[in-house]
């Protein structure tokens, strides 16, 4: 997925992150040279569309109950 341009973002996301998270996804921006906010919502993107995948095709294992 290629991140769209901050002028094509019309829905705006939230979250909470302990100091030790914000740290680590601070990093790994840094390292992937991406901005804070483009390196999670890449990450985020990634993982709900193997999420999805992996639903059709009947591999998703859920872990919690109510998932």
């Given amino acids: 997925m290629s991140t769209a341009s ?3 973002r019309s829905a705006r996301l939230g979250s909470r992150a ?3 998270q914000e740290t680590v996804l601070r990093r790994a921006a840094l390292v992937m040279h991406k ?3 483009d390196f999670i919502l890449d990450a985020a993107y990634q993982a709900a569309e193997q999420t999805l995948l992996d639903h059709v ?3 998703c ?5 109510g998932n």
Wanted: glycine share 6%; proline share 6%; no cysteine.
């Fill in 6 to 8: 901050a002028s094509a």
């Fill in 18 to 20: 302990t100091p030790e």
């Fill in 35 to 37: 901005s804070l906010t």
């Fill in 57 to 59: 095709t009947g591999t």
């Fill in 61 to 65: 294992k859920l872990t919690q109950a």
